[in-house]
Each structure stands twice: as C-alpha cells, then as structure tokens.
C-alpha cells in the first residue's frame, strides 16, 4: 500500500531565504505521481508542483522545485526566496497510476520570519 | 468557470442526523472525489468518482454514502451522523482518470467545516 512521510511537523525559515521540505513515500509500482500543496490559514488546498515516477527532470515551478530522488524514494519541495505568504502547512501527496486513492502526508507547517 | 463549489461552509450536526455535502464543478472533469481532514492526519480519501454513474470507495468510507448522477455534481451522504465524522471535508476533481501521469492535478473546493455533536 502507498504511504507518504513528512518527517517534520513544524520548520520555520527567515524572509528571502530558502527552505527544503522534506517527503518520502513507499510503493511497489514503478509508475506513480507526486504532488505537492499548499493549504494557507484560509483552508483552501492549493496545487504547488507535480512530478511523474518517469520524468528524468526536477519539477520546477517558479519559486518551487521538486527534489526527486528515486532511488531513495524522496520528493522534497524546495521554496527560494521565501516570502511571509509562503507561510502554510504543506502536503506531500502521491497517486499511483491505475489507483485512483490519492494518498496525502501529514504536512508540514511553514512559518517564515521577517 | 467557477471551478470546484462546495455548500455549505460550515455545518452542526447532532448525533444520528443525516445530511448531505455538496460539490459541483464546471470544468467538465471526468474525475471527483472527496477527502477528510482531520489534525496530524492529512486528507484521506472517502469516496471517489470516475464519471457519471461509476463510484468506489476510498481509504475511510464508513458512514459515508456518493452517488454520481451528471458530470457536475458528486453529493456526500452522511447518513447517521457521528462524533467520528466532526472534521473538514474537501471535494476534488481533475480532468482524467490517468492522473498518474502526465500534469493532471486534482483542484480542490475550499471545504466544509462540520461539527457533529
């Protein structure tokens, strides 16, 4: 069965520095999805980057990349040049392909300093 | 395009009170599903659709009923409701099935909040 791990329940980051959050998950399928959202104070849940099992490329999204190591089976979401609205809890999330049960971390809460 | 609506935003529930949750989306997506969250567990799959007419269960279905009857709407039954069930509820779609792979995400409503007493 899928599982995702998000070790760290709480980081904190000063402005304008960079933070990685950490995500590692455990399945048996070599073809999968990762994700990775962001849930601001309001609750809504917002898509940040995505990375297939396939792609041989870091996912990047402006200020956000995915640090994807297969082997290690780890999926870190790094945020340069953080910024006090970068401040919310983060999900790792995984699909595998033909299973429909999106499996969600128990995210990490990001609080960014002045 | 609205994207993902969800009605209400909050509710109270006493025990053993049934109610129905919402979700609607108008981007014609094949996929709907619906996730509690509930604090340190992040979201876990209820139910879920892959089009009108075709549901299945997810990680934690237990008191929970879904029906699919157009593309748009997908409404969570609570049948009798319980404490157990006091968390928030997000509704979610995305455009295939296959979302393994390629860029296909699942966008999310902003929630309900519900309290069962």
Known sequence: ?114 | NAGVTQTPKFQVLKTGQSMTLQCAQDMNHEYMSWYRQDPGMGLRLIHYSVGAGITDQGEVPNGYNVSRSTTEDFPLRLLSAAPSQTSVYFCASSYSVAGAMGTDTQYFGPGTRLTVL
Do not use: H
């Not at chain 1, 709480?10 to 849930?39: H, I, N, P, R």
């Not at chain 1, 945020?79 to 971390?105: K, P, W």
């Open chain 1, 1 to 114: 069965a899928q599982k995702i791990t998000q070790t760290q329940p709480g980081m904190f980051v000063q402005e304008k520095e960079a933070v990685t959050l950490d995500c590692t998950y455990d399945t048996s399928d070599q073809s999968y999805g990762l994700f990775w959202y962001k849930q601001p104070s309001s609750g809504e849940m917002i898509f940040l980057i995505y990375q297939g099992s396939y792609d041989e490329q870091n996912a990047t999204e402006g200020r956000y990349s995915l640090n994807f190591q297969k082997a290690r089976k780890s999926a870190n979401l790094v945020i340069s040049a953080s910024q006090l609205g970068d401040s919310a809890m983060y999900f790792c999330a995984m699909r595998e392909e033909d299973n429909y049960d999106m499996r969600f971390g128990a995210g990490t809460r990001l609080t960014v300093k002045p």
